[in-house]
């Protein structure tokens, strides 16, 4: 027997009903009459009540009731078992919509009659939002910064509430599009405007739309501060130029508000420091920082103990002398290295072209590469003690000393040779200008001697005597670095005068051809007092240090031209080089900073909880 309901709308409504004549003989009233009644209760809701009953459902002996409904309406189910009778009993209680639809159940057992309708109470209202406050916060931004934007609304009825944002051409969303809170990206300009719209919609459908000025910096009215001391304490939306001799120091300000700037641009050759205070750090993850990861090359095994390493400008061609044995080098810029055909040596001293095509070395003889090393000539040079070779950056201009001996020199590729007219001395290291004809020379018992005239002619320096180890020239022969075992020295008029940069045992060092960047390798040294070795580098040419990760008994270094790839062999063994590498953010706290040397400039933005981000950047910086 399948049960029948039949739904009776008010236009057909009767009170003569029978009920199937099958079902009168069992015994069961099973006819269910389902009324829309909207019309029947209340006549102020009309027919525009919308109040439609499904189909119902039975499972067994209880029925499934279920309507549609709007939200906020308050609907009562009732039954009678006689649809003529005005005696209509509540079934359960009065009920609130939150959506669409109401469900109840109801119990049917035999003979039993029941006619149900459903009494709107309380017609729906209309649900309303309300924007009740839009705001962006870090407005105006700086070119390629962060702006938030907070929206707060409310539905009348406390509904759920969706959000979908918008924003202008050349603005863009990084996060939050359909949140109450986005993270906007200005564009990567000055004086730009722009807006962030934001639709908030619920349940009901009901809208409300606000919107927002987008703004960034006009770069006019940005505060610029000449910074002549060793340090200042920067305030929010101010650029600092760092003027001066000295390294100076700017500190980030304690407190700034989300989207705020700071600039640092470098205009002294001491360069510039950002430092940070408790709890700040900076995201630097776009920042090709120099000097933060030194990694271990794998050289052949006959290469147990470095002498000497020399770079082509663009660092990816090295070569390196191996004390009593020969010559390695390198295409890869030190990822694989392959002994090469040049003759054993005792203590090979080379040196590179610029283009590393052209290579040149010095022990008891002196022999040239024309190919990077694959091939090698002994040269007419006599066979003399050797110490230090330098070359130009093509390669034809050389220049060899001796210890003790004679300064030889040559102008064609090392085809032939001849002694100038510097004295005969205990020569520890020689350098060269890119053209070959400014040299500087120092002794391991004596000053530092210079050429100008591509050592046809030697003067000696004002500076002091002593046991020198190692120099080094920029390209243009005007930034010099000497090194021994009183300290490091750095002249910046060829040599005419000299500035000690510190007074520890100094070791081997390398330039720059801009002559700002400078690394110093030591070895061991076994005192008194016993110190380790270590790598340090400068950006402000030698006005401060800062020392390398990386420790071992290092004999010899060299740097690419533009001095962010580096290359240290150790007299132990080994070689390890150094490139510019991607690091996400400075040390959190007082221990991290960012350092620039002259013309080497930043821009900062505040993003909140002590966290500055980088938004551009010039030349390579070191982050610690």
Known sequence: MKTQFTILHHASRTC???EPVSHRKKGLALLIRLLWAAALVLPVLGAQAGVVFQPVEQTNSTLSLTWSTEAGGKYQLQFNSDLCSTNWTNLGSLLTATGAALSVTDSVTNAQRRFYRVVLSTPPVPDTLVIQSLRATGVPAAPNGVVVATVSAQSSQGLALNYLWTVSTGWSIASGATSSVVTIIAPNSYTASGTATVTVTDTQNASAVGATALSTLDDSDFTWVDVTTNSVQ????????ADSASQVTITLPASAALGDVVRVSGVGAGGWMIAQNAGQTVVTRDIEAIDSVWTEANTPPDASWMCSVASSA?????????????????????STWTLTSA?????????????????????GGIVTSSDAGVTWSLTSAPHDPYTSVASSADGTKLVAVEAPGWIFTSSD???????????????????SSADGTKLVAALMDGGIYTSSDAGVSWIPTSAPAGSWVSVASSADGTKLVASGDFGLYTSSDSGATWIQRFSYFGGAVASSADGTKLVEARCVVFGPPRTGGYVSTSVNSGVTWILAPVGGDWSAVASSADG??????AGGGGIYTSRPTAVPSTTIGTEGAIIGGQYDAVELQYVGNGTFMVLSNEGYLVVQ
């Open 564 to 569: 962010t790839k580096l290359v240290a062999a």
């Open 343 to 363: 003759p054993l040596a005792y203590e090979y001293s080379v040196a590179s072209s610029a283009d590393g095509t052209k290579l040149v070395a010095a022990s």
């Open 16 to 18: 003569e009903m029978t």
């Open 314 to 334: 663009d660092g990816t061609k090295l070569v390196a002398g191996i004390s009593m044995g020969g010559i390695i080098t390198s295409w890869d810029s030190g």
């Open 234 to 241: 920067a305030v929010p939306n101010t650029g600092y130029l």
């Open 413 to 431: 590729a090392g085809a032939t040779w001849k002694m100038v007219s510097g004295p005969a001395l205990n020569w520890a290291s020689v350098a």
